[in-house]
Structure formats: C-alpha cells, structure tokens
C-alpha cells in the first residue's frame, strides 16, 4: 500500500532532502488533501515539534479532520498523544520519546501501551549510517533499529522504519535493509526513503509492507 506523506514545516508542506535541506514547499493545503482523499492512509509529521522549534498543531488538527492519518512529531508523551488521538488521528508515531541519555526505554515504550490503544502506537525506527538517530534526526545515538525492535516489539502494532541515508535522494530504498527488518519482525510494518518507482511499491507489498512516499508524488514520479 501506498501511504503519502505530509511533512509540515513552518506553517507549510515541506520535503526535505535526508531530513536536512529543503526541496519543495507547498501552501495550497486543500489541492494536496483533496488529491490524498483517495488513500487509506497518509502520514503527517510535524518537523518543528519533533526538532523542538516550534509546532504545527493547528494544521494538525485541521488535517486529521480530513484525511486518515498516522501521525508523528514530538509526541513525547502519553497526553500529547492522547490529544492527538482525541483529533482523530488513526496512530501515533513515537520516535525520540523512546530514548534515554542514548539508550532505549522499554519502561515508557510500557507506560504508552498501559495508557493508548496498543493498535495506535507505531514505533519509529529512523536509520542513518545503520545507528537509529532522534530529535528530527539531528542527533545520532550507537542504538540500531535492531535493538529497539528486540526491546520494544511486545508495546506496539507497527513499525515505521526511515532509511534516512536515501531519504528523498529519488533513488529507491535498498531492499536488503528492507528485508534485513522484515526478517527481524512480524509486526505491521511501514517503510519509507526515497521510494521513487511503483515497482518498488508491489515488491514492498509482496513482502506484506506498506510504502510511505512524498519527494516521489510531488514531483509527479509516481502518479497518484
């Protein structure tokens, strides 16, 4: 399945190149949620909370009233996604509130599935260089996306695993990693970075994955 990504930004529609420089901006909001109406899904993640600038809380709310979303960005607590939830998001993405001084803490992957939906909690797994990196991918820990799937899988539903070295590069995300995850779990999984191809997508799908895509849709490679 294809999942199209929102990544907001200052008040806008960014896409970013391995999460650092920006690509492509977008404030016509109602054109990209009327043409993602169709899918069963989208993913929307704020950027400036997860890096702390900020936030984009309204525009959060104002897209979860519209479209199905899976949603991400400085969720570090159980209110926060509690709140987000009560908007009417589908899931909520947790990233850097799953580490401690570098390391993984199981006991707040735990405290979030005693508190949420376990059906609403993905966990994310954003890779670069093969170590998992956190605060909107800005700091690098020595924790891979193996060792948190190991220590947290019994918490959640779904993974999101980000190959951050290919993210938005429009080369295609390197299956071996894909299917070095896929052997390491049995839950939902979701990948995304730089998936550019429909090929791509069905072979994720064969393998039961489903594919989050942005640089690739707004740049008109894949047509959806």
Not at 173 to 184: K, S
């Amino acid at each position: 399945m294809l999942i199209p990504s929102i990544d907001l930004m200052g008040g806008k529609i960014v896409q970013l190149v391995q999460g650092e420089k920006k690509k492509l901006e977008f404030d016509n909001f109602g054109y990209w949620i009327e043409r993602f109406s169709q899918y069963p899904v989208v993913q929307l993640i704020d950027l400036d909370a997860a890096r702390g600038t900020g936030n984009n809380r309204s525009l959060v709310k104002q897209i979860v009233s519209q479209l199905p979303c899976q949603v991400g960005g400085g969720i570090r607590t159980d209110e926060t996604a509690q709140e987000l939830l009560s908007f009417g998001a589908r899931k909520v993405i947790i990233g850097s509130a799953l580490m401690t001084d570098g390391r993984i803490n199981r006991e707040h992957a735990r405290l979030l599935a005693e508190k949420l939906p376990k059906t609403a909690l993905m966990f994310a797994l954003d890779s670069r260089g093969g170590r998992v990196a956190i605060d909107g991918w800005r700091k690098q820990t020595t924790v891979t996306a193996f060792d948190m799937i190991r220590d947290l899988e019994p918490f959640c539903e779904s993974f999101l695993y980000t190959h951050i070295d290919t993210e938005g590069l429009m080369g295609g995300i390197p299956m071996e990693a894909v299917h070095a995850i896929r052997r390491a779990t049995e839950r939902h999984l979701v990948v995304a970075g730089g998936i550019t191809e429909q090929e791509e997508i069905d072979n994720l799908d064969a393998l039961g994955i489903d594919a989050v895509v942005g640089m690739a849709l707004y740049s008109g490679k894949i047509l959806g």
